[in-house]
């Protein structure tokens, strides 16, 4: 078919393949999310139903895109780490990014009364933007998702000392901000324990370290004694993969710490 004279316009498109051979994450975060939980009146300083909606979006994210391995969800936001070989859209970072960003706000609308029952449909269409960022090793992936689970825990402890002193302890919210100020997480542990009969550490995983969504690798028989890596960018045949939700239990990253809180000292 002969060339359109118009068609030159093409040529003005950036080429925006990314690198090859080196991980690629994307994490999307929600537009003026405080102000969107507060119009859907969300349970502070964590709704059970905010989060399990964004772990359904971030589930069918993954049954879409095959490449993905690993997600991590808190708040707001998600990050999606994609296999090193990925040849999505031939690695073109607008196609790729937009398509995530894209079927994840589509399947939050979609999924909503599911989980919010009293309401049919968000009041206003949600927005969320997405980046993604390019990884040479597993070193710099696992301090990736080490730096969103810190963020997970700083700002779940200081949200639920505020909450705590604002609905329980009858602060203005400018009083418990006052009252938080220079307080590190020994004195948030400390003062939800002794004067809010609290004790952080039992408060559910999913709230105090985030969500993970790990594909999980369905083994033939003779792979049955394979050793699993660290990370799954090595395991074999992500084809054959189903997505295992992992945040009821909400465990940590593959490679992360577990157990004690990752991050101490002043907040
Ligand atoms: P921006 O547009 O810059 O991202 P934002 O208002 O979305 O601004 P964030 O820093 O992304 O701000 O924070 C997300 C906000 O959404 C926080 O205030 C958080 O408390 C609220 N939020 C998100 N999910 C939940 C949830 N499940 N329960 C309660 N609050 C939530
Ligand atoms: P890709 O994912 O590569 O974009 P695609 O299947 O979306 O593949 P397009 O080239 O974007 O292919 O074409 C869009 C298709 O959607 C066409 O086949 C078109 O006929 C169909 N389509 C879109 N809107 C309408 C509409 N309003 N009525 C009927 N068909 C439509
Ligand atoms: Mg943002
Ligand atoms: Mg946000
Ligand atoms: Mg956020
Ligand atoms: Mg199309």
């Excluded at 040849?87 to 398509?99: F, H, N, P």
């Excluded at 400018?174 to 809010?196: I, Q």
Aim: proline share 5%.
């Amino acid at each position: 078919m002969a060339k359109s004279k118009y068609e030159y316009v093409k040529e003005f498109e950036t080429d925006d393949r990314m690198l090859r051979n080196v991980y690629v994450l994307v994490r999307i975060d929600g537009k003026g999310f405080h102000k969107f939980s507060q119009t859907h009146d969300f349970a502070k300083p964590n709704d059970v139903r905010g989060i399990n909606l964004m772990n359904h979006a971030a589930r069918c994210v993954m049954h879409e895109l095959d490449d993905i391995l690993l997600a991590f969800g808190e708040s707001d936001e998600y990050s999606f780490l994609f296999r090193k070989s990925t040849d999505l859209y031939q690695r073109r970072e607008s196609k790729i990014v937009s398509t995530v960003v894209s079927l994840f706000t589509s399947a939050y609308v979609y999924y909503w009364n599911d989980y919010f029952t009293d309401l049919k449909r968000p009041l206003y269409p949600p927005v969320f933007d997405g980046r993604a960022v390019l990884y040479p090793s597993e070193v710099e992936v696992k301090d990736y998702f080490a730096w969103r689970q810190a963020d997970t825990h700083i700002n779940n402890l200081f949200n639920t000392s505020f909450w705590a002193l604002v609905e329980e302890g009858g602060l203005t919210p400018k009083a418990a901000e006052a009252r938080l100020c220079g307080t590190d997480s020994k004195d948030k542990n400390e003062m939800l324990f002794t004067e809010f009969n609290t004790n952080y550490s039992k408060l559910p995983a999913m709230y105090r370290k985030g969500s993970v969504l790990l594909r999980e690798q369905i083994l033939k028989d003779e792979d049955k004694d394979a050793i699993i890596p660290t990370l799954p960018e090595t395991l074999p045949g992500s084809k054959s993969a189903k997505v295992v939700p992992t945040s009821d239990t909400a465990t940590t990253v593959p490679g992360l710490q577990s157990g004690p809180d990752p991050i101490s000292g002043s907040v």
